[in-house]
């Protein structure tokens, strides 16, 4: 077959709903971008963890305490999920890492902000998962198999996720006066970085297009992030939360909040490096990985004593 009827093929398949699966032919352009995504999903789950894990040692309770650990333990599974994904494209995890460490690698722009207060692991939990959820269910209907059956089981985590961070957030506001505010304060500053999760306006995205005809992405960046405001804003008015744009208003024939236009100047910022916590957040995961070298060179020592004796592998 030559190459254009290879591609052919390829694009009835996707056409067909058909996975595309790690030995099958891909157009390179394909390969590339799943691979692009997927590596930079992964660092988002890892470098995720970081915000969160700062509040660990400050939760308001035992309950509390358990609940973040084991949304942190959830996240650092999604991350490994999705390397292993990565990983069936044909790079090792030790080469996107070092993309991602060499500025060669986006992860999301969400977690170069500050979380200040416990309101804010609310706020997150709530609101970036809570987005999350929106775009990795529609991700799960993705062509490439791997990437979609992560996030088939990343998902089924992510409900947990979002509901603890809701249940924070509606106990803050069902609490003190100064709960309240605390709310409203996290509220305010996490509401629009949460809508740059779903990434550029359709009309500047440009990974979009080709996305959509390999059904990379099944729906569009406005499409996904329209829908995690129509959900969010009933949530928050439910618990007395208001949202933060003086625009907000709700559209009787469309059924959609309507909202203001995002900074899209601070989102380049961020994703550029220049967000409040771009350097901490890179310059603290280059620190842990050197610091695990070791046991990655035990595994490995391990690994290739039981390869020369199988004997001993149980
Ligand atoms: N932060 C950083 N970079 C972003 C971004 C964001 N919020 N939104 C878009 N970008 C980047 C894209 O990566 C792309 O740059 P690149 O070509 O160098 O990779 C550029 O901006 C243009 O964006 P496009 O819309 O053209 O790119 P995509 O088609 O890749 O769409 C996306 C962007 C919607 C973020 C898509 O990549 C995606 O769905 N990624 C997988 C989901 C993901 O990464 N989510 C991040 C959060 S993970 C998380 O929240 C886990 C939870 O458990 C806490």
């Known amino acids: 077959m030559t190459e254009d009827q290879k591609l052919i093929k390829f694009q009835q398949r996707i056409d067909a709903d058909e996975k595309i699966e790690?030995?099958?032919?891909?157009?390179?352009g394909y390969h590339k971008t799943l691979f692009r995504q997927i590596s930079q999903h992964a660092h988002s789950e890892i470098i995720g963890m970081q915000p969160e894990a700062n509040w660990v040692l400050r939760a308001p309770s035992l309950r509390a305490k358990k609940i973040l650990l084991a949304k942190i333990q959830d996240?650092?599974?999604?991350?490994?999920?999705?390397?292993?994904?990565?990983?069936?494209l044909g790079l090792d995890r030790s080469e996107m890492i070092d993309m991602l460490h060499k500025g060669k690698a986006k992860y999301s722009s969400i977690f170069n902000y500050p979380v200040l207060t416990w309101a804010d692991i609310g706020a997150v939990g709530w609101l970036v998962d809570g987005a999350a959820i929106v775009n990795q269910t529609m991700l799960a209907k993705c062509s490439y198999g791997p990437y979609a059956r992560a996030m088939l089981r990343i998902c089924?985590?992510?409900g947990f996720h979002q509901r603890q961070g809701y249940e924070i957030m509606a106990k803050m506001m069902n609490g003190t006066e100064a709960q309240k505010e605390m709310a409203q304060d996290a509220m305010n500053r996490w509401?629009?970085?949460?809508?740059m999760m779903f990434g550029p306006h359709d009309t500047d995205s440009p990974n979009s297009k080709d996305s959509m005809q390999w059904k990379i992405k099944v729906e569009s960046n406005d499409r996904l992030r329209q829908?995690?405001?129509?959900?969010t804003v009933e949530q928050a008015h439910h618990?007395?939360?208001?949202?933060?744009?003086?625009n907000l208003k709700y559209n009787k024939e469309t059924l959609h909040w309507e909202t203001s236009d995002i900074n899209w100047e601070e989102f380049k910022n961020v994703v550029n490096g220049n967000g409040p916590c771009n350097h901490q957040r890179l310059s603290h995961h280059i620190k842990c990985h050197n610091e695990g070298q070791w046991v990655r060179e035990a595994a490995l020592a391990f690994e290739a004593k039981q390869m020369?004796?199988?004997?001993t592998i149980k």
Do not use: C, Q
């Open 191 to 195: 509401w629009e970085p949460s809508l």
């Open 308 to 311: 020369s004796n199988p004997a």
């Open 156 to 158: 089924k985590e992510e």
């Open 75 to 88: 996240e650092a599974g999604h991350g490994l999920y999705l390397y292993s994904a990565a990983e069936t």
């Open 22 to 28: 790690p030995k099958d032919w891909m157009p390179e």
């Open 239 to 246: 618990i007395g939360l208001k949202v933060p744009d003086a």
């Open 227 to 231: 829908r995690f405001i129509d959900r």
